[in-house]
């Protein structure tokens, strides 16, 4: 089993930036790839980025330039540094790990962002 805790999340206001962090604890041997979701009210869940145990990204078209994703394997700990975010971000973010065709996920952490 993987544990995934996020933290990071607040308030900030239209144009600015938070960092997202995701550590995962518990059979963290052998996650491949890790990713962020969110969820805004009334709205269904969306990718924001993906990243690879190798480091390969992927991002939606909505943030590209504007979100990267990393990981630093030897912490277990994954981010999404967020610049310029916009009112409509507004979301609970979710970090999600695959492993061995299983796929985790945290709790959540709130993003409020305030025009």
């Known amino acids: 089993q993987v544990q995934l805790v996020e933290s990071g999340g607040g308030l900030v206001q239209a144009g600015g930036s938070l960092r997202l962090s995701c550590t995962a604890t518990?059979?963290?041997?052998?996650?491949?790839?890790m990713g962020w979701y969110r969820q805004a009210p009334g709205k269904q869940r969306e990718l924001v980025a993906a990243?690879?145990?190798?480091?390969?990204?992927n991002y939606s078209d909505s943030v590209k330039g504007r979100i990267t994703i990393s990981r630093d394997i030897a912490k277990n700990t994954m981010y999404l540094h967020m610049n310029s975010l916009m009112h409509e971000e507004k979301a609970v973010y979710s970090c999600?790990?695959?492993?061995?065709?299983?796929?985790?996920w945290g709790r959540g952490t709130q993003v409020t962002v305030s025009s």
């Open positions: 999600t790990a695959y492993r061995l065709g299983d796929d985790f």
């Open positions: 518990g059979s963290t041997f052998l996650i491949n790839v």
């Open positions: 990243i690879t145990r190798d480091g390969v990204a």
